[in-house]
Every structure is written in structure tokens, then in C-alpha cells.
């Protein structure tokens, strides 16, 4: 008899991004062009200056261990940047350096929830959260958000979503997959909450510089003072400085939960990559011009894709306020049909699009929210053209039943 899965594993859903990313690269390896906006990383390398604090650190002899949560340069780093930017104090006791945001969350859920203790998600979310709640034992309780509401879970929404089980709330400010972000009147209604039936937040920054227009960004636990205690923020070097690859992210928690963190780190992984620590401390502490570049990048195409979301018969999105994706509606296609076959749902729509017109993009339903389909913009403005080009000829070949 072979080994035998455990029920934990058995019950996890694989990454859908990176499941429909696989199959893009599956077709070019047949030769063939693939458009693809399927994936969540800027397509932009990391930028030279922190590339050379990573070779240096090897040539320096740091390729060791490092202490579990973090080098102390690097979190006290991280500790700076947030008081600077967004006037957040945290001591750097209170930060914990992970393998990626992902592995951050992670031990987010393992050291603060229990079985059964609900986490409330407002969908459309990440496709990662629900599955790494459900691995510490605990329950996602997912809140559906309208697009008329820019995706936003209301005041109300989240008051009626509470029970005795509640513990958490999972934020992701800028959203993936949406774009939506929150503003400071939103934010302080959904703390107030928070505070008044004595819960706890999990805030995702991640893109927390990828903001766009007279948007402004607000770090959750600015908005009160209880709330850095009742806090536990995330973020990291991945998106903002290209650099999904050195798995660098990390959070801000009270202190004696980035304790236990750190402890369970230190039966997980001993610690970060020690020459991804350095060139995030570089990243960090360096110019920002990169930054700045990328995001004048970025706001070109974004404008580009809200443009032609609004050209295309049939298809609409909400405001791109942050984050590099396009959520589009597709439900005036649903229900019809495309070469002789109905096309009911969004995975099929996302898998005719890249079988047909070599578009990869992610299905709606892997977000929690079906009817709508994920595209990033984190490619060249040319690619966008051409696969925006192909998405509007492929809707136009759909007829009525
Ligand atoms: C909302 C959100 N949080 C966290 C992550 C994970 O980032 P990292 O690459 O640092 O693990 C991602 C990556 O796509 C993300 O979109």
C-alpha cells in the first residue's frame, strides 16, 4: 500500500494562479506565444544595486544561519521604513522576518488561531488566505462583496458576519485580485468594530506602494491607538522591489506573539536566507528611485487596462485604486456560446481564452467570487495591447442561445 495523504493535505486546494500559470508555460514549452496575465510578480528584475548587496553579502561570508526572526540590522530597518512612512512606532523586537509574505501568514495563523475559531474573509480574496486558515484547523468565514460597492465589505456586513467564534478579520489593502483599497473612513468604521466585539486583524500591506491616482494608503493600525495591540501587520520586499524570488516578507505583531513566531520559525525553517536578509536591507535603506520607476510604469498600465475594460462590449471592472490586477465582470458572456459549446463559468472562460487566443488569466471562482476573471498588468504595455486585443476578439465570437 502506498503512503497515505494526511486529511489536512488532502482538503487543500492548489494554488489556482499558479496552477493556470503552469499551463501557460505548458503551451510554450509546444512553441507557442503565450500572453500571459496570469501571474501575481512584477515582470521588471530586481533592481542592480540590490542584486550587488546580495553577491556582496555572499563574498562578505554571509551564508550562515542568521538569528530566527531576522538580522537586527534588517529589522530595525523594516521598523524605520513604516515609522517613516506611515508614522507607525513599532520597537524591531516586534517584527519577524519570514521566507515571503506567504510564509508570514502562515505563521500568522499557526501561532494565533485554534480549531474552529472563525477568521472572517471579505471575497473576492487571494486564493492562498482560506487555504493557510484552513491548515491551522480553523474556519474562513467568507463575506461576498458586490463590484457596486467597489468590492468593499461594508460596516454592516462585517457587524452581521460576527459570532461568539470570531477572532480575526482578514484585511488585504490594496486588494488582490480587485485593486479596490479602502479609504480612512472605511478603515476607522471596519477598527472600530474591531475594537467594540474585541477582535483581531490581520492587515496584508503587500502593496502598500503600488497605489495609483489621488489614492493615499493607510497602514490599519495608524487609525487608533488600541489597535497596533489588536494588529498584526504584513508585508514584505516582493512586490515593491521586484523581488519575489530572494522569499523575503515579514510582520509586525505585538510582541509576545512575534515571540512565539520566532519560536515557531525556528522549528520550521531556523531562518531566512541570510543573502535575501541583506538585499532586502539594501532594498529598504537604498534609493527609491526604483520604486518611483516601477510605479510610473505601473500607472501607465493600469490606465491602459481600466481604458480598454471600458471599450469592450460587455466587460466592466471597478476602480483600479492599488495592486497590479484587473478584477473584470464576464457575466454578459456566461450562459452563452462559443463554438458550439455553453460557457457557464469562469474556468471555462479562462480556459477557452488560453486555449483559443493564448490569453492566460485566473478564474474569478479561485478568488472566492465567480463571474469574473483575474488579469495582471504586470507585463509590457505591448503584450497588454495584444492580449486585450485577443480578449475583445474573443468575446465578440460569442453568440446568444
Ligand atoms: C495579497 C498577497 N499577500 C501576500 C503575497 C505573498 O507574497 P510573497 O511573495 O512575499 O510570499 C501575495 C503574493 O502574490 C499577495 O498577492
Known amino acids: 500500500m502506498s503512503i497515505t495523504i494526511s486529511r489536512i493535505v488532502q482538503g487543500l486546494e492548489p494554488s489556482a494562479t499558479l496552477a493556470m500559470s503552469a499551463k501557460a508555460k505548458e503551451l510554450k514549452s509546444q512553441g507557442k506565444t503565450i500572453y500571459d496575465l496570469s501571474v501575481g510578480e512584477l515582470d521588471f528584475v530586481t533592481p542592480q544595486h540590490i542584486c550587488e548587496a546580495g553577491t556582496a553579502a555572499m563574498k562578505s561570508g554571509y551564508t550562515?544561519?542568521?538569528?530566527?526572526?531576522?538580522?537586527?540590522?534588517?529589522?530595525?530597518?523594516?521598523?524605520?521604513?513604516?515609522?517613516?512612512?506611515?508614522?507607525?512606532?513599532?520597537?524591531?523586537?516586534?517584527?519577524?522576518?519570514?521566507?515571503?509574505?506567504?510564509?508570514?501568514?502562515?505563521?500568522?495563523?499557526?501561532?494565533t488561531l485554534n480549531p474552529d475559531d472563525e477568521v472572517i474573509v471579505p471575497a473576492p480574496y487571494w486564493v492562498s488566505y482560506a487555504e493557510l486558515i484552513k491548515l491551522s484547523g480553523a474556519v474562513p468565514v467568507i463575506i461576498p462583496t458586490e463590484e457596486s460597492q467597489n468590492f468593499k465589505m461594508t460596516a454592516a456586513q462585517f457587524e452581521q458576519a460576527i459570532t461568539p467564534k470570531t477572532k480575526m478579520l482578514l484585511l488585504c489593502n490594496p486588494s488582490n485580485?480587485?485593486?479596490?483599497?479602502?479609504?480612512?473612513?472605511?478603515?476607522?468604521?471596519?477598527?472600530?468594530?474591531?475594537?467594540?466585539?474585541?477582535?483581531?486583524?490581520?492587515?496584508?500591506?503587500?502593496?502598500?506602494?503600488?497605489?495609483?491616482?489621488?489614492?493615499?494608503?493607510?497602514?490599519?493600525?495608524?487609525?487608533n491607538p488600541e489597535l497596533p495591540e489588536r494588529t498584526i501587520v504584513v508585508n514584505g520586499v516582493s512586490k515593491t522591489y521586484a523581488m519575489t524570488g530572494w522569499r523575503i516578507g515579514w510582520t509586525f505583531s505585538p510582541e509576545h506573539i512575534a515571540k512565539k513566531m520566532g519560536e515557531l520559525q525556528s522549528q520550521e525553517t531556523s531562518s531566512p536566507s541570510s543573502i535575501s536578509q541583506y538585499a532586502a536591507l539594501t532594498a529598504l535603506t537604498g534609493p527609491q528611485d526604483c520604486v518611483t520607476e516601477m510605479l510610473a510604469a505601473f500607472t501607465k498600465r493600469r490606465n491602459y487596462v481600466a481604458k480598454r475594460i471600458a471599450e469592450i462590449d460587455g466587460l466592466t471592472c471597478s476602480e483600479l485604486s492599488g495592486a497590479i490586477y484587473v478584477f473584470f465582470n464576464i457575466k454578459n458572456y456566461l450562459g452563452k456560446i462559443l463554438g458550439g459549446v455553453r460557457i457557464d463559468n469562469s474556468e471555462q472562460f479562462c480556459l477557452e481564452l488560453l486555449t483559443q487566443k493564448q490569453v492566460a488569466t485566473v478564474m474569478g471562482s479561485a478568488f472566492g467570487c465567480e463571474g469574473y476573471v483575474r488579469a495582471s498588468f504586470a507585463v509590457e504595455l505591448d503584450i497588454l495591447k495584444e492580449a486585450f486585443d485577443r480578449i475583445a476578439e474573443f468575446v465578440a465570437e460569442f453568440v446568444n442561445v
Do not use: Q
Open 64 to 111: 550562515k544561519y542568521t538569528i530566527v526572526s531576522g538580522i537586527p540590522e534588517l529589522k530595525k530597518a523594516i521598523a524605520e521604513k513604516y515609522k517613516i512612512d506611515y508614522g507607525l512606532e513599532y520597537d524591531p523586537s516586534h517584527v519577524v522576518v519570514s521566507n515571503g509574505a506567504k510564509h508570514s501568514l502562515h505563521n500568522v495563523f499557526l501561532t
Open 177 to 223: 485580485p480587485t485593486g479596490t483599497m479602502y479609504n480612512t473612513n472605511e478603515l476607522t468604521e471596519i477598527a472600530n468594530i474591531v475594537l467594540k466585539n474585541n477582535l483581531f486583524v490581520v492587515s496584508d500591506e503587500i502593496y502598500d506602494k503600488l497605489v495609483y491616482g489621488n489614492n493615499r494608503f493607510v497602514s490599519f493600525p495608524t487609525l
